[in-house]
T-cell receptor
Framework: QQPVQSPQAVILREGEDAVINCSSSKALYSVHWYRQKHGEAPVFLMILLKGGEQKGHEKISASFNEKKQQSSLYLTASQLSYSGTYFCGTEDSGGYQKVTFGIGTKLQVIP | NAGVTQTPKFQVLKTGQSMTLQCAQDMNHEYMSWYRQDPGMGLRLIHYSVGAGITDQGEVPNGYNVSRSTTEDFPLRLLSAAPSQTSVYFC????????????FGQGTRLTVV
């Protein structure tokens, strides 16, 4: 079952902040965040693990609420290069790196 | 070090034809997956593998077969192509142990007419 992302789309001016949310109805072991630019492959941003460990991008932060099965990606002081579609992927407890992605959040940063 | 290589990049098939999408990685990764990407649907998992000889179904496996005879290769076979299989297909691999970064290939754009 795909996780639910919100919002589906957002437009920002350079320097503004944004939050992208991801939620699941299942107990989660980890949440993965990727960004995809138009016509390109998704690129890894971050993994958040049950228990608090994080791996990934230094300039992007995220949170993982294990009790609520929710994660949020925080984009601060947005740059034009942040434009793209952001996907959260979730891994259920016990899965073998079986990551299920949401439908994505399209982020556009304008000058 | 090429990463994840998918071939072909583009393909047009007629309904009923079969074909194999190739995926190869040179990072000695255990885990490999196939996703399809359709507008408004995100990335949907077709099949995945946790190592040579081990495969399992994802969310949308019908109409697709996979095998993993080597660590490096994870081909995706369309048995009898249908217009509903028109999509962009991505192969991904990730390293030993769980919860590691996935590397995606550049995708194969498939059109079934």
């Amino acid at each position: 079952q795909q996780p639910v992302q919100s919002p589906q789309a957002v437009i920002l001016r350079e320097g503004e902040d944004a939050v992208i949310n991801c939620s699941s109805s299942k107990a989660l072991y980890s949440v993965h965040w990727y960004r995809q630019k138009h016509g390109e492959a998704p690129v890894f941003l971050m993994i958040l693990l049950k228990g608090g460990e994080q791996k990934g991008h230094e300039k992007i932060s995220a949170s993982f609420n294990e009790k609520k099965q929710q994660s949020s990606l925080y984009l601060t002081a947005s740059q034009l290069s942040y434009s793209g579609t952001y996907f959260c992927g979730t891994e259920d407890s016990g899965g073998y790196q079986k990551v299920t992605f949401g439908i994505g959040t399209k982020l556009q940063v304008i000058p | 070090n090429a990463g994840v290589t998918q071939t072909p990049k583009f393909q047009v098939l007629k309904t009923g034809q079969s074909m194999t999408l190739q995926c190869a990685q040179d990072m000695n990764h255990e885990y490999m997956s196939w996703y399809r990407q359709d507008p408004g649907m995100g990335l949907r998992l077709i099949h995945y593998s946790v190592g040579a000889g081990i495969t399992d179904q994802g969310e949308v496996p019908n109409g697709y077969n996979v095998s993993r005879s080597t660590t490096e290769d994870f081909p995706l076979r369309l048995l009898s192509a249908a217009p509903s299989q028109t999509s962009v297909y991505f192969c991904a691999s990730s390293g030993t142990g769980r919860h590691t970064e996935a590397f995606f290939g550049q995708g194969t754009r498939l059109t079934v007419v």
